[in-house]
């Protein structure tokens, strides 16, 4: 009996190793983030082992893309050097994506959101609405320079209301731009 698992097992163990170089299929059971790595369960050609994968193939660093896994999603890795490392060949679903390269700003991609160099500089800005707010703004400051550089307003008696008057009807029906408006931030894209 004994000598019918041990049978078994190395059958196992060299069909995985045929199947090393097409993939192994597997489940997701954990990822550390720090590491870079994720624990796989294998379930190809009836095998029942764990084994610790690369979330990238990069060599000597943390810099490139790397693809953070969803706990419990289907995934296929592949053995990258012959000798029992692992790294994920192929998604099922993913959690989160970062990439850094070089000097480059690192970027995040996570919940919906980009996060561009950690993002503590809060939104990206809407220029379109920026625009539209700094005109309103910039249209106002404009007539009240007008009257001010403008022909002489007569004051009806020393501080009367000659200038107020003059400067009141030159900015009538008009509002300073609102600049924090929600549109004016995209918080989907963080920087």
Do not use: C
């Not at 090393?20 to 369960?41: F, I, K, M, Q």
């Not at 249209?139 to 008057?165: H, K």
């Amino acid at each position: 009996m004994a000598e019918d698992r041990d049978i078994a097992e190395a059958h196992r163990k060299m069909a995985r190793m045929l199947a090393a170089a097409a993939g192994l299929s597997g489940t997701v059971s954990s990822v550390d983030e720090d590491a870079e790595t994720a624990e796989v369960r294998l379930t190809d050609m009836g095998a029942d082992d764990t084994v610790t994968v690369l979330l990238n193939a990069t060599k000597g660093g943390h810099k490139g893309v790397v693809i953070y896994p969803k706990v419990g999603s289907d995934v296929v890795v592949a053995n990258v050097d012959k000798g029992g490392v692992y790294v994920i060949a192929q998604h099922g679903e993913i959690d989160k994506v970062r990439v850094q390269m070089g000097d480059a700003p690192e970027v995040v991609v996570e919940d919906g959101q980009i996060v561009l160099n950690g993002g503590s500089n809060g939104g990206l800005v809407n220029i379109e609405e920026l625009q539209i707010q700094m005109r309103q703004t910039h249209d106002l400051l404009q007539a009240l320079i007008d009257v001010i550089n403008g022909p002489t307003v007569p004051e009806i008696v020393s501080g009367g209301p000659g200038i107020q008057s003059a400067m009141a009807s030159a900015i009538f029906g008009m509002n300073l731009g609102d600049l924090s408006t929600p549109e004016m931030e995209d918080e989907n894209v963080l920087h």
